[in-house]
């Protein structure tokens, strides 16, 4: 538990190490156990050391978050709603981190640390999402722009729940914030669908282009074989002459429809 990741190093330091300072104590626990494990600061132990990783980590995603909206080409509206989140969780954590004598009761709390390890989770979640976003391969048909509105919602409502539990204060209420997730989610959707669109005639233009470049071929060939044919009426050997099927207009109807 977070009490016993405090107190346990501690305890076996003070017993092996009387005569050292508590500033070499901390510094040997440090180099042994890395930045999570809690240390001494006089006769204080500092209740903030277990979430060094966590406060690592949450900067650390909050920035690839910040980055991923930056580069990214597709959903750029909705990227900048999640963006507006991070940011504001990450000036929360600025101030929790400034002010830990004040809440030293709140690092002690193991809920608390609970809590925000599972809000390091969610903006891992985020992030993927982001990435994902940000890259049309992923969602290419516009049936699947109510998955990314349902994933949207399901993340946020997630994340604002545990800025909530955590006390963390949001720039802009819930129901302002929720008016503009919907309208951004609803521009992003409308751009998607008329690139999908663009591309869907794009391609339908191009199996056009390409069917009537192999009807002139069909024709070219044929004719090749009739003469090679009429060429050699009088032999009496039998050339079986293969003629390729022409492609007809219900099939390149098939195609649209397909695509479309």
């Given amino acids: 538990s ?3 990741l405090i107190h346990t190093y501690s ?6 190490t009387a005569t050292k300072s508590f500033t070499d104590t901390a510094k040997d626990f440090n180099n042994e156990y890395g930045k999570g494990a809690a240390y001494m600061t006089g006769k204080f132990i500092d209740a903030v050391a277990p979430y060094i990783p966590l406060f690592d980590a949450a ?6 978050i910040i980055d991923l909206h930056d580069a990214a080409q597709y959903n750029k509206n909705t990227c900048a709603r999640l963006m507006e989140r991070v940011i504001d969780a990450n000036g929360a954590i600025e101030k929790l981190k400034r002010t830990k004598k004040i809440n030293e009761k ?6 608390f640390y609970n809590t925000f390890q599972r809000f390091t989770n969610i903006l891992i979640k985020i992030k993927a999402f982001e990435e994902d976003l940000a890259k049309m ?3 290419r048909k516009t049936f699947e722009a109510s998955m990314i509105k349902e994933k949207f919602i399901a993340l946020t409502g997630e994340f604002d729940a545990t800025m909530r539990d955590l006390n963390f204060s949001m720039m802009i209420d819930n129901e302002e914030q929720r ?8 521009e992003d959707h409308d751009e998607i669908k ?4 663009y591309t869907r005639e794009a391609v339908i233009e191009k199996v056009e ?3 009537q470049e192999v009807q002139v071929m069909r024709l070219q060939l044929e004719e090749k074989l009739d003469n090679h044919h009429h060429d050699h009426s009088g032999d009496k050997s039998v050339y079986k002459v293969y003629k390729p099927e022409q492609i007809g207009s219900e099939q390149l109807q098939y195609c649209r429809t397909s695509l479309t």
């Fill in 2 to 4: 977070l009490k016993t």
């Fill in 11 to 16: 305890y076996n330091k003070m017993s092996k």
């Fill in 59 to 64: 900067t650390k995603l909050i920035k690839e």
């Fill in 106 to 111: 709140k690092f002690n709390d193991q809920n």
């Fill in 137 to 139: 391969g992923n969602f």
């Fill in 179 to 186: 008016k503009k997730d919907f309208e951004s989610l609803e």
């Fill in 194 to 197: 008329k690139l999908l669109i």
């Fill in 209 to 211: 282009a390409v069917a």
